[in-house]
Every structure is written in C-alpha cells, then in structure tokens.
C-alpha cells in the first residue's frame, strides 16, 4: 500500500482475448429497414428534476442512430428503463421524455402506456404499430413496470419479439444486466440481433483497457460503497500499475491500516475484504484529506492528514498533498481509467479533487495517454470541468464498465449477441 509514493504492482496481467468472439455483431449499415419494426434498445435511465428528466451524454449519443433509422423508413419501438421502480410509478413512467424530446431534439414519438406483458394490450400495440407510417418512432412504458423484466422471464420476451422483425442493442449501459430486453430478447431474434453503433464503440474502446494497455496503466476508484466493486478491485489491482482509491471507498481501507475516520461513512461489510486487499503493493490511499466537523453549516472545510482525523470529523474530499502526488503519478501514466468521484461532489467545496482529477487526465489524455472515464457520477464532474472533449473516451456505463474489465468483456447483453 502507498499514500503518496508509486511502488509498481506485482504480477501485473493482460489478457489475452479473441476480439472476434467478444465484438457483438454490428447492425448492417446496407440493410433494407423501409417498414421495418425494429425494437431498439437504449438506456434513457437518466436523472429526473421537476421538469421532467434532465438531458445527458445517454440521450445524446441515441440521437444519430435513432435518427438515421428512422430517414431510412423504419418503424423504431423504445425500448428503456429509468429508476427502479417497485409498481407503476407516474415518476418514473417513459411519458415524462416527451418534452424533452420535443424540445432538444426535434422528436415526437408515439407514447404507448399499454403493458407489453398483458395479451389485450399487446394486441393492440401490434395494430398501432402496424397501421403507423415508416419512419415512426414509437416509446413503450418503462420495461420494469413489467415484473417479469428483472427476472428475465421467457414468457415476456417472447410478448416483445411479436412487435418486433429485429432487435438492436444500443444499451452499453444496461449490458451488465440480464434482463429480458438485454439479455433474453436478442436470442429470440438469433442472426436478426445486432449491436448497435454505439454499443460497438463503447466495447471498442473499454477492450483498449484489457488488451496489452500501454504502462504504466493507473486507475482511479472513487465512489461510495467499497463492498460492490471488490470483484473489479481484484481484478484491477492485477491489471494495473497503481490503483488510487478515494472518497468514501477508501475509509474502510484507512481503518484496516489503522486510522480512525471519525463521524465518516464507511462501508460496514467490506472492512474484511478491505483488510485482505490492503496487501497489495499497487493499492494508493490518500495520505491527507479535507474533513469537515459534523453538524457544520457552512460547510467550511479543512485538510488533515488521514492520522488527525477528529472524532465529530467527517471525510469530504481528497487533500491537496495527496492530490498534488496523485496528479504527478497520472502525468507518467500511458493509460489511465477513471470511474467513481473521489469526494462528495454535490457540494462544490468538496468537489475539488474530483474536478482536479478532471482536468489533470483530461490534459493529458488524447496523445501522452489513453484516458478513458466513466459512471454516473463521474461524467457530471466531467461536463462541469468541460473536459468532455478532452478524454479518449468518456463511457455513458457506470456498472457496466466495472463489471466489463472484471468479466474480460463477457456480459450478458453482449454475450446474446455475440458472432
């Protein structure tokens, strides 16, 4: 384990994997789709305010392909997920893109409230479908206000493969998942499933991390709960030169080595796990931090080194030693991923670090190094930095990415269409 200093990793692995068999197959671009039904699925799972679900990079990057489908005279059905909803929530119903449709991109598709699961209704889509023009784009309900989605149930794959002539893929995103519209679905549709374009460059650029990367390879791990990234730890401590961990993740760390994280949260269940990795010579924790007193309104912050940290005291961020040995290890690296924010970033003091991270990858990727990022939480950081444009890569996966280095890009949306 370091706290500021670089000690190269032993055992560091590649993986050797046959691209062939892991690239899942393309959408034809030549193919004759005029009065096709094509079931499209993407991941519009994104944040909802008051107005009505937000934009971001997972609308944006659906546009070009959704577009082209439809000039080319296909029928597109929608197929997505937002939140995880226990019933049929009004929050959480597909009817709330419409505005945002309508307004950012020039897009009215037909919404279709009826449940795919029940016959009554899905006879009905099926004459509403059909009787629409080419060209039309029409959005489901929430695939998850179906119990059966999450269970991957037969029966109601076999309810979507009626409205559909092939299925596209377009969900990196959803991947990790296998669910009926990710993973059971496409194998009805068997050599009329595809990937689409964006599903191709997300697992075009991700396998760049498992095939021979260019050293010294670091990763950076931000995030909340330690317990369900150990697999992907494990697998990323033998990949990597360095891992450096930070936000909340790294309190369970710190209390294995000894420290006492004051009134901070940490991840209960993963302090065994995190005691057994705590062995690695390539794991890098923070050295200092900047706390905050519980309690506190003003939010004011302050930086202590992680063995004064006080018991009303509360981890916030990274601190500026920790940050500025952090940024000099990043400047050396050739390939660099980043997943997770590495302090509170709701709260703009405490999103120092992760804005830094932001700018030191981003300057240094597109040349010196290959600098990939991704999550949720890491790509809001990212937009506010404007360094968009400055990665190689930015995933719109969060899971999904973590869980494509951990299985050598065998997932199960994947997987299903496979050559």
Known sequence: MGLFHASRGNGIACCERDEKEMTPRPFPKAKKINGTRILLRVDWNVPISKRGPEDSLKLERTMPFLQELSKRGAKIILLTHLGRPKKREAALSTKRFLPLLKERYEIEPIYHKESVGSARDRAKLLKQIGASEPGSIHLLENVRFDVGEEKGTKVLAKAYAELGDLYVNNAFAACHRAHVSVAVLPKLFQSEAFAGPQLIEEVKELSKLLDKPKRPFIAVIGGKKLSTKIPVLKKLFSLCDAVLIGGAMASPFLEAAGYKV???????SAKADAKRLLKKRNLFLPGDVMVMKKGSRMHKLEATSVGQIGST??????????????????????????????????QKASGFGSRFIARVIGAHAKGPALGIAGGGDTIPVIQDTQTLEWFDFVSTGGGAILEFIEKDGKLPGLIALKR
């Not at 004051?262 to 209960?268: H, I, R, T, V």
């Open 262 to 268: 004051g009134a901070s949260y940490s991840d209960a």
């Open 313 to 346: 005291q509360s981890i916030r961020d990274v601190g500026p030693a920790t940050l500025a040995a952090w940024g000099a290890l990043l400047g050396r690296a050739k390939t660099i991923l980043w997943n997770g924010p590495i302090g509170i970033t709701e």
